[in-house]
């Protein structure tokens, strides 16, 4: 129930469907004689806040926060027994439809998976994601990068699948049901950094500890450096991602789903306990 009504709450509150749903109630309160004065209003009023959130870097302070929380990781020699990669780089189902790997702007988290597949050899791949949808199951995603990591040399021996997983919770709670995880080891968690405070409270309250490995930066980090946008489309979509992983924050953490608000470094712990 809550991932359903998570979904179906967060299409009506994206920025950018919020913003354009305006414009039109606007423009169809606007036929009416008594209100026409209301909608032109409305409709004037959200097309400007469209074009000023669109093209202003509101979205990139947005973002930055999030991205800053935890950082780059850096290697201190000690052993590395598994690497999690989150699903949401992939589009499932047009890989299955084309029979090859199509990725998304978040390619990155696949492109450091295989380069610390080389880097720890002995350390074992868990890929997580399945292709829930709002009210069907859909192609999964966590199956079609397994099949592309063994074309570029990896080791299936190494593979972990975990593809019934449907959000970041259950990414965490399946994640730990198919690794078994034991007492000291340590598990990279391979994610955006946007998204990576979310996902160390999600993993750190469902008893996986893990040493956050975030990739896929959409900003430069610096508050003081912010350009506007060329395109609008470029701003609301770094907005939408931006005002979605901050309502995610709170409503895990309002849902005890998480282990703080914001959850930063102190929070992982790095190996498994007991």
Known sequence: MFYTLSKIVWFFATPSNLLISLVLLGLLLSLFGRLRRVGTGLALTAAIATLALGLSPIASYIMVPLEERFPPFQDDGAPIDGIILLGGSVEAADSAARGRIVANESAE?????????????????????????????????????????????????????????????????????VAKPRE????????????????????????????????????????????????????????????????????????????????????SGGSVRR
Do not use: C
Not at 120 to 129: D, F
Not at 130 to 155: H, K, M, Q
């Open 109 to 177: 988290r696949v492109l450091d998976t295989i380069q610390l597949a080389y880097r720890y050899p002995g350390a074992k791949l868990l890929i997580v994601g399945g292709g829930g949808t709002v009210f069907t199951n859909g192609t999964a995603e966590a199956p079609i990068i397994a099949s592309y990591l063994r074309t570029v040399g990896i080791d299936p021996a190494r593979l972990l699948v975990e593809d019934q997983s449907r959000s970041t919770f259950e990414n965490a709670t399946y994640a730990r049901e």
């Open 184 to 267: 000291g080891e340590r598990w990279l968690l391979v994610t955006s950094a946007w998204h990576m405070p979310r996902a160390v409270g999600v993993f750190e309250k469902a008893g996986f500890p893990v040493v956050p490995y975030p990739v896929d930066f959409r900003t430069g980090g610096s508050f003081t450096d912010m350009r506007p946008f060329a395109f609008v489309s470029d701003g609301l979509r770094r907005l939408d991602v931006g005002t979605k992983e901050w309502a995610g924050l709170i409503a895990y953490y309002v849902a005890g789903r998480t282990t703080a608000l914001f959850p930063g470094p102190q929070a």
